[in-house]
């Protein structure tokens, strides 16, 4: 039985198949960025890089947590 991923990790798959990259190359970029609010690099991601904004959120979401875990 394998455990259905919850979250903004679920959005992950599909993510990598629209943009061709690894979730790793997104949060490398975060980094470039970290010291934004949520929001600002959210539209970052949406702007400069082109995501859609359920995918720009879930990554920045996760990345935030992941910084403050």
Do not use: C
């Not at 702007?47 to 990345?63: D, F, P, R, S």
């Amino acid at each position: 039985m394998t455990e259905r991923v919850m979250g903004p990790a679920s959005y992950f798959p599909s993510i990598e198949k629209k943009y061709g990259f690894p979730v790793q190359h997104w949060f490398d970029l975060l980094d470039q960025v970290k010291d934004l609010k949520h929001m600002e690099q959210v539209a970052w991601l949406k702007t400069e890089h082109g995501l859609g904004h359920g995918h720009a959120n879930a990554l920045v979401g996760y990345y935030r947590a992941k910084l403050a875990g």
